[in-house]
């Protein structure tokens, strides 16, 4: 017998988190009107080398190997972090719950045979060592200078913002100190590439960085997880290799138009690349860099003021710093009840999240909603969500407050 469900409706919701974003109009025509094409035809090439060129302009770098990995943002960070092989002694500065699952991603890869089998799932390799910083505290350079200085590692990981806590980290202090005691630096770039105003070739201590198709890019449509290795790092990978044919940093490139550490115009085949995956990317990229990557930052940060001032109004207590997302803790008065009240939210269609990992908190996300009537719309909804549940204040005096941010503002 076979099983037939009816057609998958899935409804519009209002994308409040930190990620996936709200999906520009523009990047779903192009998913939806582009023509069946194969991966080897030629305007789909063309295209893959455009997006090449447009994302090494929004990131700021001269890094050849700069293009898209398929998939999600584990998919980029799955190749930038197979250079990592068994025995590498790397240092890596989780502060909440993606870098934590990178710091997992590094044990399992620089695990031996006999680490990964004394605990598959979870491997504890002798090589790696992790220097936590707490849930809600930012890494910062001196953390990272401290610890190359006194482990000597070859490899160092950060997250630039750490999306579980809401937390920028110290990128500079990173850099330095990975120039500083000879470390490559690996940098997961997944919330801040397309929301932060930053080059990459600023930063040569770090010699990979790996970002994702559905935050800041805002390409959801499931597109491509943005990588990019300096030369350093793609010699090494010439030299010694890596245990992986679909993610290897040289192999994937060719797909793209780079072979033997140049740009070519005649790309060849690594994989089946999908012509709708390529043209929703590319147009999202087209967006972003006609936004300007200064003034999207520069929006972003405005945008986030007022949310945090709305919040705060309200009485909860933010303790995030990305400009992307605000992630709080809710007034005494509600403690406890952060999960009832996202669910409570998600049920009405308005995706806003709770942390995924200890402590819980709250997490609104504003990402491609850079407009006073969308900031004003996830204030209004959050409000109506507090108020529901038994918080005690004036949301005509929250709105107004926010209709006099932006009015003192224009
Ligand atoms: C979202 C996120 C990831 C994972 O990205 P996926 O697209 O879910 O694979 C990794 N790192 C950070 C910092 C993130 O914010």
């Not at 105003?197 to 970002?211: L, R, T």
């Not at 909804?381 to 108020?387: G, I, V, Y």
Request: hydrophobic share 40%.
């Amino acid at each position: 017998m076979t099983k037939i469900y009816p057609q998958l409706d899935i409804p519009e919701t209002l994308a409040a988190g930190p990620g996936p974003g709200n999906t520009d109009p523009r990047v779903l025509e192009r998913f939806a009107k582009t023509g069946v094409a194969d991966h080897m035809q030629k305007d789909v090439l063309r295209g893959m080398i455009e997006a090449k060129e447009m994302l090494r302009e929004l990131w700021g770098t001269e890094n050849v190997y700069t293009y898209g990995v398929a998939g999600t943002g584990w998919s980029g960070l799955d190749c930038v972090l197979s250079m990592i092989l068994p025995g590498d002694k790397v240092v890596v500065f989780p502060n909440g719950t993606f870098s934590g699952i990178d710091g997992l991603t590094i044990r399992m890869k620089a695990s031996t045979r006999e680490e990964l089998a004394a605990n598959p799932l979870d491997p504890k390799p002798a090589s790696v060592t992790m220097v936590v910083t707490p849930h809600g505290q930012s890494v910062s350079g001196e953390t990272v200078d401290k610890a190359l200085a006194e482990l000597k590692p070859m490899w160092a990981f950060m997250a630039h913002w750490e999306t579980g806590s809401g937390r920028v980290n110290d990128l500079k202090g990173f850099n330095d100190a990975c120039l500083k005691h000879g470390v490559m630096g690996i940098v997961d770039a997944v919330s801040s590439l397309g929301v932060a105003d930053f080059s990459i070739d600023d930063y040569p201590g770090v010699v990979a960085w790996a970002s994702c198709p559905q935050k800041g890019v805002l390409s959801l449509p499931l597109t491509y997880a943005p990588v990019s290795f300096t030369d350093k790092a793609i010699n090494l990978v010439k030299k010694r290799g890596v245990y992986t044919y679909v993610h290897h940093p040289i192999l994937e490139a060719r797909h793209w138009g780079v072979i033997d550490g140049k740009d070519t115009p005649t790309p060849t085949y690594h994989r089946t690349h999908s012509c709708y995956a390529v043209a929703a990317f590319h147009e999202a990229l087209r967006i972003i860099l006609g936004y300007g990557r200064r003034r999207k930052a520069s929006d972003y940060a405005y945008h986030e003021k007022a949310l945090r001032q709305a919040v705060e109004a309200m009485g909860c207590d933010v303790t995030s710093n990305m400009t992307s997302l605000v992630v709080l803790n809710l007034p005494d008065k509600l403690k406890g009840k952060e999960k009832e009240l996202v669910q409570g939210c998600r049920a009405r269609g308005f995706g806003i999240w709770p942390t995924l990992s200890e402590p819980v908190q709250v997490r609104i996300g504003i990402l491609n909603q850079l407009s006073p009537e969308q900031i004003s719309e996830i204030t209004s909804r959050f409000a109506d969500a507090m108020l529901g549940m038994g918080a005690e204040f004036d949301k005509a005096k929250v709105m107004n407050g926010l209709k006099s941010y932006y009015a003192k503002a224009a």
